[in-house]
Every structure is written in C-alpha cells, then in structure tokens.
Nanobody, 124 residues
Framework: QLQLVESGGALVQPGGSLRLSCAAS????????IRWFRQAPGKEREGVSC????????YYADSVKGRFTVSGDNANTTVYLQMNSMKPEDTAVYYC?????????????????WGKGTLVTVSS
C-alpha cells in the first residue's frame, strides 16, 4: 500500500525547534514533488514548503522563509521539515503530500498521496 506517514509533531516553546518527518511506504520519492501543508484551527490549509526531486529544488512560503528548511534523505524515502525560531502562529496540523509533478509550488495540484498529519503546538 502506497502511503505517507508524518511524525515529529510536539509541543514546543516559542523560539524553539522541531523536525518533522514524512516517510514514504511502498514507493520511493525519486521523481516526486513533496510538499508540506499546514492547517491551523479555524483557518484554511496553506502550503508551507516544497522539495522537488530529482533536482532537489525547494520553495517556501514567505511566512516560514529563513526559519524552515526542507530536505530529503539519500534513499529518497523520507523528507524532513526542520523548523527553527518557531512562533505561536506556526501552531497547526502539518501534512505532507507527494505527486509526480516536476515543479515546486505551494498548491495542492497534482498531489496524489497525503499523510494524515502531525500536530505542532508552539506555546509557552
């Protein structure tokens, strides 16, 4: 069964760091565009970051640029989202998605596989 599983969500203090993982099961991410989305309570889902294989190009929302970094492992089975200098407004359920799309964007077009999400709470 082809699926994505997110992990790493937790409660973190403002200014802290967290790393989320998105693990692919049943397939590898060699030619996929992998995107991170988040949905805060009462708000619409928004695109956060993207990494596009095999070239490894990346893209970030303005709200996280300079604080978040997306990367992948050498086996092309897991994508990470390193989140630094976190703010209360980063609180949300974070989802990863993947699709055979050659370009990076923050939209959900072409995303065929979705994880179930992991909760990130930034609070003191």
């Amino acid at each position: 069964q082809l699926q994505l599983v997110e992990s790493g969500g937790a409660l973190v203090q403002p200014g802290g760091s967290l790393r989320l993982s998105c693990a692919a099961s049943g397939f590898t991410l060699d030619y996929y565009s992998i995107r991170w989305f988040r949905q805060a309570p009462g708000k619409e889902r928004e695109g956060v970051s993207c990494i596009s294989n095999p070239h490894g190009s990346t893209y970030y929302a303005d709200s996280v640029k300079g604080r978040f970094t997306v990367s992948g492992d050498n086996a092309n089975t897991t994508v990470y989202l390193q989140m630094n200098s976190m703010k209360p407004e980063d609180t949300a359920v974070y989802y990863c998605a993947a699709g055979l799309v050659y370009y990076c964007s923050l939209g959900s077009e072409g995303m065929d596989y979705w994880g179930k999400g992991t909760l990130v709470t930034v609070s003191s």
